[in-house]
């Protein structure tokens, strides 16, 4: 999965090419691995290059402020699939299928066929690598269907709700 980065105003690219606990990523063109665990929600304990890391991780409403050994960084996350408040408009036209951004579990779906939605309401709750992604409308519509079924396993792109 590739990811666009900006970290404190610098922006960076990343692709995801393993997940972890035995991550290998790619970031600005380098390939490295990490192992990652997650004690407990928000924290990570990373050892890369020989050397461990704690970090935590606190999500706002724009970014994620990430802690490494006293260092805070603040880090949007912009993930090309997925829409942004920035690039896209309320209250669009037509339909709008709401995907998978990840292969994963379907933990809760959030609403039913028929309900009026606004944009940024949460529509679907999907869980990847011990992580839960809610799953959010770009729009003001109504339901028009909901392919995903709590307790099932979905792949990146999977259709999961039809917005309209």
């Known amino acids: 999965m590739k990811?666009?980065?900006v970290i404190d105003?610098?922006?960076a690219e990343m692709e995801i090419v393993s997940p972890a606990p035995a991550c290998r990523f790619r970031f600005d063109g380098k390939e490295r691995g990490a192992d990652v665990e997650i004690p407990e929600p928000g924290i990570y304990s990373v050892l890369l290059d020989g050397r461990s890391y704690d970090a935590s991780v606190e999500r706002t409403e724009r970014a994620l402020i990430v802690t490494v050994d006293g260092y805070r960084f603040e880090i949007e996350v912009?993930?090309?699939r997925r829409w942004s408040r920035g690039s896209s408009r309320e209250g669009g036209e037509g339909r709008e299928t709401l995907i998978a951004p990840m292969p994963g579990k379907v933990v809760r779906v959030l609403?039913?066929?028929g309900d009026a939605v606004g944009p940024g309401?949460?529509?679907v709750v999907v869980e990847a690598m011990k992580m839960q992604n809610e799953i959010k409308s770009s729009r003001s519509g109504r339901v028009l269907a909901?392919?995903?079924k709590e307790g099932a396993t979905v792949a990146a792109g999977e259709a999961l709700a039809t917005i309209g």
């Open 3 to 5: 990811l666009n980065l």
């Open 9 to 11: 105003g610098s922006e």
């Open 78 to 80: 912009r993930d090309p």
């Open 111 to 113: 609403v039913a066929p």
């Open 121 to 123: 309401q949460g529509i």
């Open 146 to 148: 909901i392919q995903a």
